[in-house]
T-cell receptor, first 116, second 113 residues
Framework: EAGVTQSPRYAVLQEGQAVSFWCDPISGHDTLYWYQQPRDQGPQLLVYFRDEAVIDNSQLPSDRFSAVRPKGTNSTLKIQSAKQGDTATYLC??????????????FGPGTRLLVL | QQKVQQSPESLSVPEGGMASLNCTSSDRNFQYFWWYRQHSGEGPKALMSIFSDGDKKEGRFTAHLNKASLHVSLHIRDSQPSDSALYFCAARSTGTGSNRLTFGKGTKFSLIP
């Protein structure tokens, strides 16, 4: 079974430029997550979807970040006008909803972003 | 304050040795816990989950949960070179309906050559 795939794997930008990250979750997984992982820290949730609906975007900097999952499968995370502080690895994860709350999240390899 | 705290920050053991990693939560709503392992250049991979008090063993890895003290530990026996990685403890709340995972800052585990 194929895992979570992400592209690109690396991106280097100047401040002020825009960038998009793409994620293909594990087939059949209804829940998709985007995390930001600064260097030497744990992942921090930005936003997550169940099917095409946004469930929690409370930690997404809405003035410059946006995320969509229009058909409930693939997803795109976009940063408008990137800042040096956005330098991090962006991870996508997916899971299949467990009503008991015990579903495990499976992560992709991430996109490493460097903003100069 | 970090809601999920891990210790130690780094840990080195000889090949074949045993290691213990610790995780403490400051939020009593956290009832579900996972241990993730992340090798350099890769995404985190779930090692094991633990939701009930007591021990859970999977191969060379044993997790222990004490909900009363909000403490989770991971014990690795017969350490192998492939175990060298970052280990994260992650927790999820109950009762909120949220799938949000809160991660600790991680423990860097390496083998002494």
């Amino acid at each position: 079974e194929a895992g979570v795939t992400q592209s690109p794997r690396y991106a280097v930008l100047q401040e002020g430029q825009a960038v998009s990250f793409w994620c293909d979750p594990i087939s059949g997984h209804d829940t998709l997550y985007w995390y930001q992982q600064p260097r030497d820290q744990g992942p921090q949730l930005l936003v997550y979807f169940r099917d095409e609906a946004v469930i929690d975007n409370s930690q997404l900097p809405s003035d410059r970040f946006s995320a969509v999952r229009p058909k409930g499968t693939n997803s795109t995370l976009k940063i408008q006008s990137a800042k040096q502080g956005d330098t991090a690895t962006y991870l996508c994860a997916s899971s299949f909803r467990d009503w008991g709350g015990e579903d495990t999240q499976y992560f992709g390899p991430g996109t490493r972003l460097l903003v100069l | 304050q970090q809601k999920v705290q891990q210790s130690p920050e780094s840990l080195s053991v000889p090949e074949g040795g045993m290691a213990s990693l610790n995780c403490t939560s400051s939020d009593r709503n956290f009832q579900y816990f996972w241990w993730y392992r992340q090798h350099s250049g890769e995404g985190p991979k779930a090692l094991m989950s633990i939701f009930s008090d007591g021990d859970k063993k999977e191969g060379r890895f044993t997790a222990h949960l004490n909900k009363a003290s909000l403490h989770v530990s991971l014990h690795i026996r017969d350490s192998q070179p492939s175990d060298s990685a970052l280990y994260f403890c992650a927790a999820r709340s109950t009762g909120t309906g949220s799938n949000r995972l809160t991660f600790g800052k991680g423990t860097k585990f390496s083998l002494i050559p």
